[in-house]
Nanobody, 125 residues
Framework: QVQLVESGGGSVQSGGSLRLSCAASGSTYSRYCMGWFRQAPGKEREEIVSITSSSRTTYADSVKGRFTSSQDNAKNTLYLQMNSLKPEDTAMYYC???????????????????WGQGTQVTVSS
């Protein structure tokens, strides 16, 4: 089992940047696939970054080129660098860990078993 704690959210103006962190504990998180998800008010939760246990990474079109995921295995920490933020990026952001993947023709998804508590990102215009 793994516990996940996100941090780094906040309020920024459009065009600004934030870096989210996801600290994992309780298990060697490198054994899991990982994902970054977000949920805006009134919308369904969406996966924006999916990472295999071997660190292959895929991004949703909505964040591709602006967001970058990285990890520090020594610290058991996953990061999400978010640049060129837009008001539509406003959401609660979650990291998640899973033990299985779903593969399809154009990519893959991590299927989460564990979730962090989330961190709020608000982007004003």
């Amino acid at each position: 089992q793994v516990q996940l704690v996100e941090s780094g959210g906040g309020s920024v103006q459009s065009g600004g940047s934030l870096r989210l962190s996801c600290a994992a504990s309780g298990s060697t998180y490198s054994r899991y696939c990982m994902g970054w998800f977000r949920q805006a008010p009134g919308k369904e939760r969406e996966e924006i970054v999916s990472i295999t246990s071997s660190s292959r990474t895929t991004y949703a079109d909505s964040v591709k080129g602006r967001f970058t995921s990285s990890q520090d295995n020594a610290k058991n920490t996953l990061y999400l660098q978010m640049n060129s933020l837009k008001p539509e990026d406003t959401a609660m952001y979650y990291c998640a860990a899973g033990t299985s993947m779903k593969y399809y023709s154009s990519g893959f998804h991590c299927l989460p078993n564990y979730w962090g508590q989330g961190t709020q990102v608000t982007v004003s215009s």
